[in-house]
């Protein structure tokens, strides 16, 4: 996409790489083009929007990344959460399905924002891991794997949102 | 323009088309500007209603409307809420006339005794209808863009494509009608921001969200209702009527009674846009008349129920898009259903602001479907539409889950792999069924598709490895393709879509609509191809203008060559095969040439950017080295 390897990404860049990309490659830009012209834009087009949604989401951006620096990434690789982290996801699970079972907007609410916050920082710390000298790709699994959990909670919690609102 | 009229050789015009749940549009651009064409009837509204005669007539639009209470079972509307359906979907047995042929699970026919017309079918009749309209006044018919709702799925989408082929339309794009209405508005108003469209039609809802920045039209989220609109409406009304004409059972609601209560629940719908209050008289079971009374206020109680349900689209489309309603521009208001007052204070409410109407919400979507074809035919660069996958795609796992591939609102075009394994010691055989949905269970999605995948060599449980692609395209038409990777062999994918009909079966029909068969079909052919060729022939003409530089020599006389076989080709066969060959060599022959290209555009889009270093990054970001080599095979239809 044409923007530097770092999670510290700027994501109006990005969109706005991704808008010049598309520009170039929609196919709404070869309809007029032989069939094999159309296939290879449409190959090229498919690529830019697989590449923009790696990059925007930042579980993915870095796995990308530790992948560049040779590391193996996925759900088997990163080390088993911390005792405490599953305890306060656990507290918060059973928070969930109770808001659930009550159909208590207001308490889904504060939850997911609550989660959202953590994710944040979560995502914070990933970054000062990433930009760190002495960044240790051990650590930043940990970290992937910590937001991968929050990111879990939230979906969960917005497919319960769903079924209230 | 007299002389036009009979100049076989003037420049075809596309055609924008709303096939809509009541009414249907053709327009098209004219200086600069979409204007609706007019029926026979002289409106620009075309009601999607089609009339089977029993001595075998057909008749669409108003003079097919006015059998609708004589001849309700043969009378047919709302025929969209029908496409890429089965016979057993809930939508049949709603509140209607009609009966259908039972049993088919992969089309809805309607049952006219002799006759039994699937909806693609009757869908193809207005379309027809919509086409010979605009033949009448543009003499010479283009590529058409025709709308479908943002939430429509792929059989769905599929079904409104091949009804478009049987019509014999060339149909360049299926367009979402929410994207093609913020292309009218946002081209007319020249203003940038972020827009939600509310989109109510006549049995459809649609809301989506998108950032208008410069020309780009870029769709955040899209959410809606497939099954939901002014239709549901009538039939709240209908409901009530019917008891006060003393039709509470299934007996004395015949399609007669039915279809006059679904009419006059209509009729009162209209009039509550601008009355507080409306009296009908109704025909009474066992004669006489029954007085009827409706207040607005009753009206907006019974409805409440269907808004509801359209907020509940309108926050997830928010949520997903990431964003609250006061940060939006603007709303803007589409479908005939949205001149419901309630409906407009419902969405003022909703969205905290004063929606935008000041295009007609009839025609606005057909407007944007024809710039669209405009753009489209033109090849202009003025306007780029971006936009998303509706609903997720994924596979049936083992247990009946369902596994993601590609979620809701990935932009499109759009490609995604996923593998999988082998659970039994030397299993040949793989079974893989395609669904698409929110829900977790797979029976809960709609299936779009089974694969058979066979020759899988035999291994023990666990090593074969099995890589299905997902693709895509602009159209938000979802091909697949399985490789086995432990051979390497992309085994042959027999594809069955669980709904609307085969390849096979189009193509005869378009055989069998014509009057003299296979040489009227053969002619249409080569028309077909010598127009293709037209298009492709220019596109050339243009590359070699801008990118001879990318040829060396050998490789310019090549193209040059095959450039000149296939004018003469276009210019002088007289079969289609002949045309289709000349096409194809053309395309081999500026093949790499064209892969040179596209990196020059690549490289001129991120000007300034080591284009080694962009390849690197996309490569490396996505994961995804052989896009291309894994291209779909399962031919657009």
């Known amino acids: 996409m044409g923007v530097e390897p770092v999670f510290g990404l700027d994501l109006a860049i990005l969109e706005q790489r991704h808008r010049d990309l598309s520009r170039a490659l929609h196919p709404d830009r070869h309809a007029a083009s032989g069939a094999a012209e159309r296939r290879m834009a449409l190959g090229r087009a498919i690529e830019v929007n697989e590449a923009y949604r790696v990059l925007k989401d930042p579980v993915r951006r870095a796995e990308a990344l530790l992948s560049l620096r040779g590391v193996a990434t996925g759900e088997g690789k990163e080390p088993p959460a911390s005792p405490a982290l599953l305890m306060a996801v656990m507290e918060r699970r059973e928070a969930l399905a109770e808001a659930r079972q009550t159909k208590n907007e207001a308490a889904l609410t504060r939850l997911i924002a609550e989660v959202h916050a953590e994710a944040q920082r979560a995502q914070a710390a990933l970054g000062t891991e990433f930009a760190s000298t002495s960044s240790n790709s051990a650590e930043i699994l940990k970290r992937i794997g910590e937001l991968r959990y929050y990111r879990r909670f939230l979906d969960e919690a917005a497919s319960i949102a769903d079924d209230l609102l | ?637």
């Open chain 2, 1 to 637: 323009m007299l002389l036009d009229i009979f100049d076989p050789k003037a420049p075809p015009q596309a055609i924008g088309i709303d096939l809509g749940t009541t009414n249907s549009i053709v327009a098209h651009v004219r200086d600069g500007r979409p204007v609706p064409l007019t029926n026979c009837d002289g409106s620009a509204l075309l009601p999607s209603v089609v009339h089977y005669g029993a001595e075998g007539s057909v008749l669409v639009g108003r003079n097919a409307a006015a059998y609708a209470t004589r001849e309700p079972e043969r009378t047919i509307a709302s025929v969209k809420r029908f496409m890429g359906r089965a016979a057993d979907d809930v939508e049949t047995k709603r509140l209607g006339a009609y009966k259908f042929v039972p049993g088919d699970a992969s089309v809805v026919r309607f049952d006219l005794g002799k006759l039994t017309p699937s909806a693609i079918e009757v869908s193809a009749e207005i379309l027809k209808s919509l086409r010979q309209s605009a033949i009448d006044q543009l003499m010479h018919v283009g590529g058409a863009v025709i709308t479908v709702p943002a939430y429509f799925d792929d059989a769905q989408r599929q079904a409104t494509r091949d009804a478009g082929r049987l019509a014999g339309l060339d149909v360049l794009r299926l367009l979402n009608e929410p994207t093609a209405a913020a292309l009218a508005y946002g081209l007319d108003k020249q203003e940038n921001g972020l827009f939600a469209v509310y989109d109510l039609g006549g049995g459809t809802f649609d809301v989506t969200i998108l950032l208008l920045d410069g020309g780009v039209f870029q769709v955040k989220s899209t959410g809606g209702d497939s099954a939901l609109g002014g239709d549901d409406m009538d039939r709240e009304i209908a409901e009530r009527m019917l008891s006060a004409m003393g039709a509470t059972t299934t007996q004395t609601r015949t399609p007669e009674v039915v279809s006059i209560a679904l009419e006059a629940a209509r009729r009162a719908k209209h009039a509550l846009t601008d009355a507080a209050e409306v009296h009908l008289e109704l025909p009474q079971k066992g004669g006489g008349d029954v007085q009827f009374s409706l207040t607005r206020a009753d009206f907006d109680a019974w409805i409440q129920p269907l808004l509801e349900r359209t907020g509940k689209s309108c926050r997830r489309a928010l949520r997903d898009a990431g964003l609250s309603a006061s940060e939006l521009n603007g709303v803007i208001l589409v479908g005939g259903s949205t001149r419901v007052p309630r409906v407009r204070s419902y969405v003022r409410e909703l969205f905290g602001k004063e929606p935008l109407s000041d295009i007609d919400p009839d025609l606005v979507v057909a407007y944007g479907a024809a710039i669209q074809a405009d753009l489209l035919s033109r090849s202009s660069d003025e306007v780029l539409l971006l936009d998303v996958l509706p609903l997720s795609l994924g596979i049936e796992t083992m247990g009946g889950g369902v596994d993601k591939i590609l979620p809701r609102n990935t932009g499109i075009p759009a490609g995604a792999k996923a593998t999988f394994t082998t659970y039994a010691d030397n299993q040949t055989g793989f079974d893989l069924h395609v669904v698409q949905g929110e829900r977790e269970i797979a029976s809960d999605c709609r299936s779009l598709a089974r694969f058979k995948l066979s020759g899988i060599p035999p291994l023990p449980a666990g090593f074969a490895r099995l890589e299905v692609s997902f693709n895509v395209d602009e159209n938000n038409l979802l091909s697949v393709k399985a490789v086995e990777l432990t051979t390497g062999i992309t085994q042959s994918v027999e594809v069955k879509p669980s709904y609307g009909l085969t390849d096979e079966e189009v193509e005869q029909m378009l055989i069998d609509a014509l009057d003299h068969g296979e040489s009227d079909f053969e002619l249409r052919r080569l028309r077909d191809a010598q127009v293709e060729a037209t298009r492709i022939l220019l596109a050339t003409d243009k590359a070699l203008d801008s990118d001879a530089d990318l040829l060396d020599n050998a490789e310019r006389a090549r193209v040059e060559q095959a450039l000149t076989e296939a004018r003469r080709a276009a210019s002088s066969a007289r079969t289609a095969s002949v045309v289709e060959n000349a096409i194809s060599a053309l395309d081999d022959a500026t093949h790499e040439w064209a892969g040179r290209r596209m990196n020059r555009a690549i490289q001129s889009a991120i000007a300034g950017k080591n284009l080694g270093a962009v390849e690197r990054s996309v490569a490396h970001a996505a994961g995804v080295e052989a896009h291309l080599a894994n291209h779909l095979e399962r031919q657009p239809r």
